[in-house]
Nanobody, 126 residues
């Protein structure tokens, strides 16, 4: 059974940093298409970054470039999103997603994923 559990959210002041985690079970993160998204109530879900772990190819949304970084700990089967220089506009619920059967071509920039976590709240105060 595929399961994604996010953690690491919280409250931080503008300019601060957080690292959110996505612990996966039921499949190998190291051989899958993974992504991070966020959503503010009343707004559309925004794609932040995707990674095709088989090639370590990554893609980042313009809103995150230079501030957010993906990483994977294969031993823990966990995907991370390191977020630096946070802004109040980054306040949202952050979700990870997985598509274990995706090819590289269909992974980068992907928005439709089969599996989603429950989300973790990130609040940035100015």
């Amino acid at each position: 059974q595929v399961l994604l559990v996010e953690s690491g959210g919280g409250s931080v002041q503008a300019g601060g940093a957080l690292r959110v985690s996505c612990e996966a079970s039921g499949f190998a993160v190291s051989r899958s298409c993974m992504g991070w998204f966020r959503q503010v109530p009343g707004k559309e879900r925004e794609g932040l970054a995707t990674i095709y772990s088989g090639t370590s190819s990554e893609q980042y949304a313009d809103s995150t470039k230079g501030r957010f970084t993906l990483s994977i700990d294969n031993a823990k089967n966990t995907l991370y999103l390191q977020m630096n220089n946070l802004e109040s506009e980054d306040t949202a619920i952050y979700y990870c997603a997985a598509e274990p059967s995706s090819s590289f071509v269909k992974c980068i920039g992907r928005r439709n994923f089969a599996y989603w976590g429950q989300g973790t709240q990130v609040t940035v105060s100015s």
